[in-house]
């Protein structure tokens, strides 16, 4: 079994804290060093307690989505001799009341823009089926509640 790991870091320092009035800012930390500011939502905790400039847990969850997406999908795309130039995706996730009637987040859309070059380009049943199998085989998707939904934008 492999084994992932990130350290987060959030100290109170001189902040009162019973109050509900703490910075919800934090850092998290990976193994090749890199140091990411997060904090809660503004969205969920307003300012100042929040940090805009920050990733917020849910934005890193769409993102993880997304990227875990892409990354089973440059390699589908090479294994059958399509040339990726370049790929955006501009993810969305919808937080909500579950079936349980708790918050969770209820649907990540992938929205994938796509370019090629070179020959053979993939037709849309193909680009189509690249997706299916990319989302297939991601992990991330695989390990969520919420639906994981694939809305691809081919660039021409």
């Given at each position: 079994m492999q084994q992932f790991t990130a350290t987060l870091l959030w100290e109170?320092?001189?902040?009162?804290?019973t109050d509900q009035r703490y910075?919800?800012?934090?850092e998290w930390r990976f193994d090749g060093g890199l140091r990411v500011p997060a904090s809660s939502s503004p969205?969920?905790?307003?300012?100042?307690?929040?940090?805009?400039a920050a990733v917020d847990p849910e934005e890193a969850l769409v993102a993880a989505a997304s990227s875990c997406h892409m990354l089973f999908f440059?390699?589908?795309?090479?294994?059958?001799?399509?040339?990726?130039?370049?790929?955006?995706?501009?993810?969305?996730?919808?937080?909500?009341r579950g079936a349980d009637g708790r918050m969770a987040m209820t649907r990540i859309t992938l929205r994938p823009a796509i370019a090629f070059s070179g020959a053979p380009v993939p037709?849309?049943?193909?680009?189509?089926?690249?997706?299916h199998l990319a989302h297939e085989k991601c992990y991330i998707a695989n390990s969520l509640k919420a639906d994981v939904v694939i809305a691809a934008a081919a660039e021409g």
């Open positions: 109170r320092g001189r902040q009162e804290f910075s919800r800012a934090h969205l969920s905790v307003p300012l100042p307690m929040s940090d805009p440059l390699s589908i795309a090479a294994q059958r001799g399509f040339t990726v130039d370049r790929y955006q995706d501009h993810a969305v996730g919808a937080l909500g037709d849309a049943a193909a680009l189509a089926a690249i997706h």
